[in-house]
Protein backbone atom coordinates (compact mmCIF):
# COMPACT_ATOMS: atom_id res chain seq x y z
CA UNK A 1 0.00 0.00 0.00
CA UNK A 2 1.55 3.43 -0.89
CA UNK A 3 1.28 6.23 1.01
CA UNK A 4 -1.00 8.10 -0.96
CA UNK A 5 -3.79 5.13 0.13
CA UNK A 6 -2.27 4.77 3.87
CA UNK A 7 -4.14 7.86 5.87
CA UNK A 8 -1.90 6.91 9.04
CA UNK A 9 1.27 6.78 7.18
CA UNK A 10 0.46 9.80 5.25
CA UNK A 11 -0.58 11.66 9.02
CA UNK A 12 2.29 10.57 10.17
CA UNK A 13 4.89 11.59 7.50
CA UNK A 14 2.96 15.14 7.96
CA UNK A 15 3.74 15.48 11.74
CA UNK A 16 7.27 13.66 11.71
CA UNK A 17 8.11 16.51 9.41
CA UNK A 18 7.93 19.32 12.50
CA UNK A 19 9.76 17.31 14.65
CA UNK A 20 13.57 17.23 14.83
CA UNK A 21 15.71 14.22 14.98
CA UNK A 22 17.96 15.21 17.22
CA UNK A 23 19.07 14.81 20.78
CA UNK A 24 18.23 17.72 22.90
CA UNK A 25 21.92 16.20 24.93
CA UNK A 26 23.52 13.37 26.03
CA UNK A 27 24.78 11.44 29.19
CA UNK A 28 26.69 8.77 30.05
CA UNK A 29 25.20 5.46 31.91
CA UNK A 30 26.18 2.22 32.82
CA UNK A 31 25.22 -0.68 31.43
CA UNK A 32 23.41 -1.86 33.66
CA UNK A 33 20.73 1.31 32.93
CA UNK A 34 21.35 1.57 29.30
CA UNK A 35 18.66 -1.24 28.50
CA UNK A 36 15.84 0.17 26.10
CA UNK A 37 18.30 4.00 26.24
CA UNK A 38 19.88 5.37 22.26
CA UNK A 39 23.04 5.81 21.89
CA UNK A 40 24.29 9.31 21.23
CA UNK A 41 27.68 7.75 19.40
CA UNK A 42 28.89 5.17 17.79
CA UNK A 43 30.44 2.09 20.03
CA UNK A 44 33.65 0.23 18.17
CA UNK A 45 35.07 -2.93 19.84
CA UNK A 46 37.49 -2.28 22.40
CA UNK A 47 39.37 -5.75 21.83
CA UNK A 48 39.51 -8.80 19.15
CA UNK A 49 36.33 -10.82 19.38
CA UNK A 50 37.54 -13.63 19.72
CA UNK A 51 40.50 -11.84 22.01
CA UNK A 52 42.58 -14.73 21.74
CA UNK A 53 43.08 -17.72 19.41
CA UNK A 54 41.02 -20.81 21.00
CA UNK A 55 40.08 -24.17 20.58
CA UNK A 56 35.96 -25.14 19.68
CA UNK A 57 36.76 -28.83 20.26
CA UNK A 58 38.05 -31.43 22.69
CA UNK A 59 41.64 -33.38 21.87
CA UNK A 60 45.09 -31.73 20.85
CA UNK A 61 47.14 -28.95 19.83
CA UNK A 62 49.73 -29.50 17.39
CA UNK A 63 51.89 -28.01 14.42
CA UNK A 64 50.18 -28.09 11.59
CA UNK A 65 53.08 -29.37 10.01
CA UNK A 66 52.99 -32.60 11.78
CA UNK A 67 49.22 -32.86 11.29
CA UNK A 68 49.16 -32.46 7.46
CA UNK A 69 51.42 -35.63 6.69
CA UNK A 70 49.31 -37.75 8.54
CA UNK A 71 47.48 -40.46 7.18
CA UNK A 72 46.76 -44.26 7.75
CA UNK A 73 49.51 -45.57 5.90
CA UNK A 74 52.19 -42.67 7.78
CA UNK A 75 50.54 -42.30 11.15
CA UNK A 76 52.17 -39.66 13.03
CA UNK A 77 53.26 -40.39 16.45
CA UNK A 78 53.70 -37.10 18.88
CA UNK A 79 54.94 -36.33 22.78
CA UNK A 80 52.26 -34.68 24.56
CA UNK A 81 54.52 -32.44 26.58
CA UNK A 82 51.01 -31.25 28.74
CA UNK A 83 48.00 -29.41 28.97
CA UNK A 84 46.59 -26.14 28.33
CA UNK A 85 43.41 -25.84 30.39
CA UNK A 86 40.37 -23.35 30.07
CA UNK A 87 42.04 -20.27 31.68
CA UNK A 88 45.65 -20.38 31.46
CA UNK A 89 47.34 -18.14 29.06
CA UNK A 90 50.58 -20.40 28.23
CA UNK A 91 51.64 -22.87 26.05
CA UNK A 92 54.87 -24.13 27.14
CA UNK A 93 56.83 -27.01 25.21
CA UNK A 94 54.90 -26.68 22.44
CA UNK A 95 56.51 -26.97 19.36
CA UNK A 96 57.01 -29.79 15.74
CA UNK A 97 56.46 -33.11 17.34
CA UNK A 98 55.29 -32.04 20.44
CA UNK A 99 51.61 -32.22 21.59
CA UNK A 100 49.15 -30.47 24.50
CA UNK A 101 46.00 -31.21 25.43
CA UNK A 102 42.75 -28.89 25.08
CA UNK A 103 39.26 -28.87 26.17
CA UNK A 104 36.50 -26.34 24.59
CA UNK A 105 37.90 -22.68 24.88
CA UNK A 106 41.43 -23.24 25.80
CA UNK A 107 44.10 -20.80 24.61
CA UNK A 108 45.87 -21.76 20.91
CA UNK A 109 49.26 -19.43 20.62
CA UNK A 110 50.05 -17.42 17.40
CA UNK A 111 51.45 -19.75 14.78
CA UNK A 112 50.66 -22.15 12.45
CA UNK A 113 48.60 -25.01 14.62
CA UNK A 114 45.66 -27.25 14.50
CA UNK A 115 43.47 -29.06 17.02
CA UNK A 116 42.70 -32.50 16.53
CA UNK A 117 39.75 -34.28 17.92
CA UNK A 118 40.52 -36.32 21.08
CA UNK A 119 38.50 -39.22 18.77
CA UNK A 120 40.83 -39.47 16.40
CA UNK A 121 43.97 -39.91 17.66
CA UNK A 122 44.91 -43.36 20.05
CA UNK A 123 47.14 -42.12 22.94
CA UNK A 124 49.21 -44.72 24.89
CA UNK A 125 50.84 -42.85 28.02
CA UNK A 126 52.59 -39.74 26.68
CA UNK A 127 52.27 -40.19 23.17
CA UNK A 128 49.45 -39.97 20.87
CA UNK A 129 49.11 -41.47 17.23
CA UNK A 130 47.55 -39.35 14.34
CA UNK A 131 46.43 -41.61 11.34
CA UNK A 132 44.22 -38.68 9.37
CA UNK A 133 45.65 -35.40 8.11
CA UNK A 134 44.56 -32.11 9.73
CA UNK A 135 44.65 -28.83 8.32
CA UNK A 136 46.11 -25.35 9.42
CA UNK A 137 43.74 -23.98 11.58
CA UNK A 138 41.01 -26.49 11.51
CA UNK A 139 39.40 -26.84 15.05
CA UNK A 140 40.97 -23.53 16.04
CA UNK A 141 39.05 -20.21 16.41
CA UNK A 142 40.90 -17.39 15.25
CA UNK A 143 41.51 -14.44 17.11
CA UNK A 144 40.00 -11.32 15.52
CA UNK A 145 37.42 -13.78 13.66
CA UNK A 146 34.45 -12.53 14.49
CA UNK A 147 35.33 -8.89 14.56
CA UNK A 148 38.37 -6.72 14.87
CA UNK A 149 39.31 -4.16 17.41
CA UNK A 150 37.74 -0.58 16.45
CA UNK A 151 35.52 -2.12 13.98
CA UNK A 152 31.74 -0.59 14.58
CA UNK A 153 29.26 -2.84 17.24
CA UNK A 154 26.75 -0.43 17.57
CA UNK A 155 25.95 2.64 15.79
CA UNK A 156 24.46 6.23 16.71
CA UNK A 157 20.63 6.02 17.00
CA UNK A 158 20.85 2.31 17.76
CA UNK A 159 18.06 1.56 20.80
CA UNK A 160 19.95 -1.26 23.01
CA UNK A 161 18.55 -4.12 23.88
CA UNK A 162 19.42 -6.71 26.23
CA UNK A 163 21.57 -8.87 23.51
CA UNK A 164 23.10 -5.79 22.82
CA UNK A 165 23.84 -5.81 26.29
CA UNK A 166 25.55 -9.10 25.88
CA UNK A 167 27.73 -7.91 23.10
CA UNK A 168 28.71 -4.53 25.26
CA UNK A 169 29.64 -6.63 28.26
CA UNK A 170 31.52 -9.18 26.11
CA UNK A 171 33.69 -6.68 25.16
CA UNK A 172 34.74 -5.06 28.67
CA UNK A 173 32.42 -1.94 27.74
CA UNK A 174 30.64 -1.30 30.79
CA UNK A 175 29.52 2.64 30.30
CA UNK A 176 27.68 4.40 27.28
CA UNK A 177 26.78 7.87 25.98
CA UNK A 178 23.07 8.06 25.24
CA UNK A 179 20.53 10.48 24.60
CA UNK A 180 19.13 12.89 27.71
CA UNK A 181 15.43 11.33 28.47
CA UNK A 182 13.12 13.95 26.49
CA UNK A 183 10.59 15.41 29.40
CA UNK A 184 7.53 14.78 28.50
CA UNK A 185 4.42 17.13 29.82
CA UNK A 186 1.36 14.68 30.11
CA UNK A 187 -2.26 16.06 30.60
CA UNK A 188 -5.75 15.03 30.87
CA UNK A 189 -8.45 17.03 30.33
CA UNK A 190 -12.74 17.58 30.65
CA UNK A 191 -14.78 18.97 32.85
CA UNK A 192 -16.23 14.77 33.77
CA UNK A 193 -12.43 13.34 34.38
CA UNK A 194 -11.61 13.01 38.26
CA UNK A 195 -8.57 11.67 39.96
CA UNK A 196 -8.94 8.10 40.73
CA UNK A 197 -8.00 9.09 44.29
CA UNK A 198 -11.61 10.80 45.22
CA UNK A 199 -14.58 9.08 45.55
CA UNK A 200 -16.20 8.07 42.05
CA UNK A 201 -19.31 9.73 41.49
CA UNK A 202 -22.06 8.69 38.79
CA UNK A 203 -21.46 11.16 35.26
CA UNK A 204 -17.51 10.85 36.08
CA UNK A 205 -14.52 9.04 35.04
CA UNK A 206 -11.72 8.18 36.56
CA UNK A 207 -8.38 9.41 35.27
CA UNK A 208 -6.61 6.47 34.11
CA UNK A 209 -5.24 7.83 30.60
CA UNK A 210 -2.02 10.13 32.95
CA UNK A 211 -1.17 6.78 34.37
CA UNK A 212 -1.12 4.46 31.05
CA UNK A 213 0.31 7.35 29.07
CA UNK A 214 3.30 7.79 31.41
CA UNK A 215 3.81 4.16 30.85
CA UNK A 216 4.40 4.33 27.34
CA UNK A 217 6.17 7.23 27.83
CA UNK A 218 8.84 5.85 30.08
CA UNK A 219 8.75 2.50 27.75
CA UNK A 220 9.53 4.50 24.83
CA UNK A 221 12.34 6.37 26.32
CA UNK A 222 11.20 9.69 27.34
CA UNK A 223 10.42 11.17 31.38
CA UNK A 224 6.79 11.17 31.57
CA UNK A 225 5.82 14.66 34.01
CA UNK A 226 2.06 14.69 34.75
CA UNK A 227 0.76 18.14 34.75
CA UNK A 228 -2.93 17.58 35.65
CA UNK A 229 -6.29 17.52 34.55
CA UNK A 230 -7.44 20.83 32.85
CA UNK A 231 -11.31 21.16 32.79
CA UNK A 232 -13.04 22.73 29.50
CA UNK A 233 -11.87 26.22 29.78
CA UNK A 234 -9.85 27.13 26.93
CA UNK A 235 -8.07 30.21 28.11
CA UNK A 236 -7.09 28.47 30.70
CA UNK A 237 -5.32 25.36 29.58
CA UNK A 238 -3.93 27.89 26.36
CA UNK A 239 -2.16 29.63 28.80
CA UNK A 240 -1.30 26.52 31.13
CA UNK A 241 -0.02 24.93 27.87
CA UNK A 242 2.35 27.36 26.94
CA UNK A 243 3.93 27.81 30.28
CA UNK A 244 4.63 24.23 30.27
CA UNK A 245 6.01 23.75 26.89
CA UNK A 246 8.78 26.37 28.11
CA UNK A 247 9.78 23.46 30.49
CA UNK A 248 9.83 19.99 28.89
CA UNK A 249 10.06 18.89 25.32
CA UNK A 250 7.17 17.68 24.01
CA UNK A 251 3.46 17.84 25.06
CA UNK A 252 0.76 14.57 25.23
CA UNK A 253 -2.73 15.75 25.87
CA UNK A 254 -5.93 12.67 25.91
CA UNK A 255 -9.45 14.16 25.65
CA UNK A 256 -11.44 17.39 25.09
CA UNK A 257 -11.12 16.94 21.64
CA UNK A 258 -14.39 19.06 20.25
CA UNK A 259 -16.06 21.17 23.18
CA UNK A 260 -18.96 22.91 22.33
CA UNK A 261 -19.24 23.00 18.81
CA UNK A 262 -15.46 24.06 18.90
CA UNK A 263 -12.28 21.92 17.61
CA UNK A 264 -11.14 22.48 21.03
CA UNK A 265 -7.59 20.85 20.32
CA UNK A 266 -7.11 21.94 17.50
CA UNK A 267 -7.14 25.50 18.47
CA UNK A 268 -5.31 24.95 21.63
CA UNK A 269 -2.25 23.67 19.79
CA UNK A 270 -2.04 26.39 17.08
CA UNK A 271 -2.79 28.63 19.87
CA UNK A 272 0.97 27.40 21.52
CA UNK A 273 2.51 28.58 18.56
CA UNK A 274 3.90 27.87 14.15
CA UNK A 275 4.14 25.47 12.84
CA UNK A 276 0.51 24.51 14.93
CA UNK A 277 -1.71 21.90 14.22
CA UNK A 278 -0.46 19.81 11.11
CA UNK A 279 -2.46 17.05 11.56
CA UNK A 280 -6.19 16.88 11.76
CA UNK A 281 -7.95 13.53 12.51
CA UNK A 282 -6.88 11.05 10.67
CA UNK A 283 -9.12 8.78 8.43
CA UNK A 284 -8.98 6.00 9.88
CA UNK A 285 -11.73 4.04 13.21
CA UNK A 286 -11.46 6.43 15.78
CA UNK A 287 -8.82 8.93 14.12
CA UNK A 288 -11.52 11.77 14.47
CA UNK A 289 -9.80 12.69 18.02
CA UNK A 290 -6.23 12.35 16.70
CA UNK A 291 -4.47 16.53 16.40
CA UNK A 292 -1.04 16.68 15.70
CA UNK A 293 1.10 19.36 15.67
CA UNK A 294 4.31 21.27 17.17
CA UNK A 295 4.95 24.51 18.87
CA UNK A 296 8.49 25.44 17.66
CA UNK A 297 10.35 22.13 17.79
CA UNK A 298 8.34 20.79 20.44
CA UNK A 299 5.74 18.45 19.21
CA UNK A 300 2.23 17.86 20.84
CA UNK A 301 0.27 14.47 20.24
CA UNK A 302 -3.28 14.78 20.96
CA UNK A 303 -4.80 11.43 21.55
CA UNK A 304 -8.72 10.29 22.43
CA UNK A 305 -9.80 10.20 25.79
CA UNK A 306 -11.21 6.54 25.68
CA UNK A 307 -7.79 4.31 27.05
CA UNK A 308 -7.92 2.16 24.37
CA UNK A 309 -7.71 4.90 21.69
CA UNK A 310 -5.60 7.06 23.35
CA UNK A 311 -3.02 4.36 24.01
CA UNK A 312 -2.92 3.72 20.21
CA UNK A 313 -2.76 6.77 19.63
CA UNK A 314 0.26 6.93 21.12
CA UNK A 315 1.70 3.86 19.78
CA UNK A 316 1.38 5.22 16.46
CA UNK A 317 2.21 8.77 16.52
CA UNK A 318 3.47 10.19 20.35
CA UNK A 319 6.26 6.65 20.06
CA UNK A 320 7.51 7.89 16.88
CA UNK A 321 8.17 11.36 17.77
CA UNK A 322 9.69 10.58 20.81
CA UNK A 323 11.90 8.40 18.97
CA UNK A 324 13.44 11.20 17.00
CA UNK A 325 13.92 13.46 19.86
CA UNK A 326 15.95 10.78 20.59
CA UNK A 327 17.82 10.73 17.70
CA UNK A 328 16.58 6.84 17.36
CA UNK A 329 17.76 6.08 13.47
CA UNK A 330 15.00 3.26 13.05
CA UNK A 331 11.46 4.53 13.99
CA UNK A 332 8.42 2.69 15.66
CA UNK A 333 7.02 0.62 13.11
CA UNK A 334 3.38 2.00 12.70
CA UNK A 335 0.89 0.12 14.70
CA UNK A 336 -2.93 -0.47 12.30
Known amino acids: MSQKDDPVAAALERFLAVVPQSASGTERVPLSAARGRVLAADVTAA???PPYSRSIMEGYVLASSDGAIASTEQPVTLHVVGEIPVGSGEAKGLG????MRVTTGSYIPNGDFAVVKQWDVTREGDQIRLTRPVGKGENIEIQGGDRKKGSLLLAKGHR???ADIFLLASQGILEVSVAKRPRVAIFSSGNEVIPPTEPFRIGAIWDCNSYGLSALVDEAGGTPLFKGIIKDDFDFFAKRLK???AEVEMVVISGGTAIGGRDFTVDLVNAAGAPGAVVKGVPMRSGKPLVL???GTKPIVCVA???PEAARGFNLF???ALGRLLG???EAQTQK
Open 160 to 162: ITP
Open 293 to 295: GAA
Open 47 to 49: VDD
Open 328 to 330: ETV
Open 243 to 245: EVL
Open 318 to 320: GRP
Open 305 to 307: GHP
Open 96 to 99: PGKA
